[in-house]
Nanobody
């Protein structure tokens, strides 16, 4: 399984970015795919999750209403649309998948496969 993120960059407060995660070598039908972030000196935290069983989504309270996670099965991709960005959103963002089981985004250790990350920087 390979996950490759793209779309990070630098924006000002209130700006938008769309992150993409290209997945390959993935054959699981039962899984959670999620976006996580880690700022310097902080623990990795779950931002948004997508569940394959019913295409349901979950979000961290800090991004609810500003971020949208989506899945494109035809392209085998995962996206994170981020709007109204704030300086506290600055972090390295990672795409991950649980692979064969459902996992809560509150528990990053439950996710098996990870991308290399893409940096998001929001300036005030």
């Amino acid at each position: 399984v390979q996950l490759v993120e793209s779309g990070g960059g630098s924006v000002q407060t209130g700006g938008s970015l769309r992150l993409s995660c290209a997945a390959s070598g993935y054959t699981y039908s039962r899984y959670t795919m999620g976006w996580f972030r880690q700022a310097p000196g902080k623990e990795r935290e779950g931002v948004a999750g997508f569940y394959s069983n019913n295409s349901s989504t979950v979000y961290a309270a800090s991004v609810q209403g500003r971020f949208t996670i989506s899945r494109d099965y035809a392209k085998n991709a995962l996206y994170l649309q981020m709007s109204n960005l704030k300086p506290e959103d600055t972090a390295m963002y990672y795409c991950a998948t649980s692979g064969g089981v459902f996992a809560p985004i509150s528990r990053p250790s439950s996710f098996t496969y990870w991308g290399q990350g893409t940096q998001v920087t929001v300036s005030s």
